[in-house]
């Protein structure tokens, strides 16, 4: 493929992109990943939420959150590659936690357009675990 400008290099890597994720979406799953148990209960709440990597930073959206992690929309072109399976990240829910970002890391990706993940909490202490289960079940 020729690239004439910045725009065809931007729209070949988004195409090449959105290739490589529909096989990883399409390939099968292995042996008892259908059998997962979830250790929380799951609350349908949106967030707009900041996610940190390095000096950038990335809007996101929450689809459902638990004390465990999050289900999490970020519609960026190349969410793909920034966000890959087992990637870590800080992400910032002020209405849950204020201006503290907590350490968490893609363990499921669950959409293609727009890229959807589930992400684990990395290491939650105590303190803002319990500040999320007050936010979530009051």
């Known amino acids: 493929l020729d690239a004439n400008s ?22 099968p799953l292995n042996a008892g ?14 967030v707009q939420c900041k996610l940190h990597l ?8 929450t689809l459902d959150i638990s004390p465990g992690g999050i289900k ?5 072109w ?9 990637s870590k990240f800080e992400i910032g829910l002020k209405p849950i936690w204020g201006d503290s970002h907590i350490t968490c890391r893609v363990v499921r990706i669950c959409s293609d357009s727009p890229y959807t ?3 684990e909490f990395d290491a939650l202490d105590e303190e803002k ?9 009051g």
Do not use: C
């Not at 999490?72 to 960026?76: G, M, S, Y």
């Not at 190349?78 to 966000?83: H, L």
């Open 117 to 119: 993940v589930g992400i």
């Open 72 to 76: 999490l929309v970020i519609d960026t």
């Open 78 to 86: 190349d969410a793909a590659d920034r966000f890959p399976m087992e």
């Open 54 to 61: 390095g000096e950038m930073i990335y809007m996101g959206q």
């Open 6 to 27: 910045e725009r065809d290099l931007r729209d070949i890597l988004h195409l090449a992109h959105r290739v490589r994720r529909s096989e990883e979406l399409t390939r």
């Open 129 to 137: 675990r319990n500040t999320l289960h007050t936010w979530l079940y």
């Open 33 to 46: 990943e259908d059998d997962e148990k979830r250790r929380y209960e799951r609350k349908s709440k949106t």
